[in-house]
């Protein structure tokens, strides 16, 4: 689709919305917590404030880029035009990985849930199976069209949303200000921890590979594009911040490390949760809410490797051409999936590094190069040069961040 002809009915604005903060708002919002506990409340929102800050205006940039090309243009053939060759292989390269590794780590989450939801219900099924079937699902859905994924991820999303309040309306009486404040410690050291959770962060306002799956949505719209960026990083945001109030206040600080010491994953967390609430109810909303939050995120990050593999390998959007880019995006992260089930909290780790050169560094040099060679006709981020280098900035401390944390150079809360 090259251009929304005049006849055709403009997608709505909440369609899109729901597109970007799906694909933020949700696997990854449960390894937020678990993270976070070194940091604990008030500095974690500090730092969730800043990532979100920084990675909605670097989602503006790509914006800014990718408006002077086709529509159908992704990363492949905006970075290799604006940046050269090299900068498109480093690029590709961390694309690629960042979506594919949170694709795997979604198939993990997903068989994870299942398994969990169904043995409440006293039924044995292999998270490895599970994690395959809603795969397929997924890719069935994202294979129809970009279309089909927004339908899919409104009615997930609002599903998702609904449940959401649901349960932590419910969990939200049950915060105790004593363990939100974690009074229990005396002189508790939290300021050390605030740096550990900076990727993770950044991983978990991942939404940029869907920009110009946008375009695609709206045609070159970009004050519509930007309302559904803005709008969709302010849902996930001020959810994941309701998310750490209901955690944070019910499950004390030392019981966070024994969650990350099994492996972080979602059902680890919801038993934590379910165990000191003693709610029937709340139990089973908790286990249909990480159901959609996995499955809107799936929608959201697949939809977002499915557009970049269908640009890099010039695969078209017939039928036949959108099955050759179904297989090249599901297959491998499935073949992960089945063979190392339970790597959710590192995969979400290992794509935050990876996240700061696609989703920080490189928007943030495409704007620069974009406005040298363009002057940027079509939209310009506010903030001039200033807000360039706040972003590579960002980004760069992030890489720094996790290369540090990688030689255990940062202290860890245990």
Not at 199 to 216: D, E, R, T
Request: proline share 4%; with cysteine; glycine share 10%.
């Amino acid at each position: 689709m090259a251009t929304l002809s005049a006849t055709t009915k403009a997608p709505s604005l909440l369609s899109g919305a729901m597109i970007i903060g799906g694909t933020i708002i949700g696997a990854g919002m449960f390894s937020l917590p678990v993270v976070m506990s070194g940091a604990w409340f008030f500095w974690s929102l500090l730092a969730l404030v800043v990532t979100w800050f920084c990675m909605l205006h670097s989602g503006l940039m790509i914006l800014e880029a990718n408006l002077n090309y086709h529509i159908g243009a992704s990363f492949d053939t905006v970075t290799k035009d604006l940046l050269g060759n090299r900068w498109n292989i480093i690029n590709g390269l961390s694309v690629a990985f960042v979506l594919y590794i949170l694709t795997y780590a979604y198939i993990s989450a997903s068989g994870s849930v299942i398994h969990h939801t169904l043995a409440q219900m006293d039924i044995a099924f292999p998270a490895r199976l599970g994690g395959l079937l809603f795969a397929l699902v997924v890719a069935f859905t994202v294979w129809l069209s970009t279309k089909a994924v927004g339908r899919m991820t409104t009615l997930v999303l609002g599903a998702k949303i609904l449940t959401f309040f649901m349960t932590f309306g419910g969990l939200l009486w049950h915060v105790q200000p004593a363990v939100l404040l974690n009074t229990a410690e005396v002189n508790p050291s939290y300021m050390p921890y605030v740096l550990m959770a900076l990727p993770f962060c950044l991983a978990s306002f991942g939404y940029h590979g869907n920009v110009p799956s946008l375009m695609k949505h709206y045609g070159k719209d970009p004050q519509t594009i930007r309302r559904c960026l803005v709008l969709g990083t302010l849902m996930a945001l001020v959810l994941y911040i309701i998310w750490l109030t209901g955690t944070m206040g019910t499950i004390p600080r030392p019981a966070f490390i024994e969650i990350a010491e099994k492996g972080g994953n979602i059902d680890v967390l919801v038993q934590t949760l379910s165990g000191l609430l003693n709610s029937a109810t709340l139990d089973l909303l908790l286990t249909i809410f990480s159901n959609f939050a996995v499955a809107s995120s799936f929608l959201g990050v697949t939809l977002g490797l499915f557009d970049y593999l269908a640009d890099l390998f010039k695969f078209d959007d017939g039928a036949l051409g959108r099955f050759k880019t179904a297989i090249v995006t599901f297959l491998p992260p499935i073949v992960g999936g089945a063979i190392w089930p339970d790597g959710f909290l590192y995969a979400i780790g290992f794509a935050g590094l990876a996240a700061t050169v696609w989703a920080a560094i490189v928007p943030a040099l495409l704007a620069r190069a974009s406005r040298k060679r363009f002057n940027s006709p079509h939209y310009r981020v506010w903030g001039g040069n200033a807000m360039i280098v706040v972003v590579l900035l960002f980004g760069f401390s992030n890489a720094l961040i996790h290369i540090l944390s990688s030689f255990n150079l940062l202290p860890v809360y245990h």
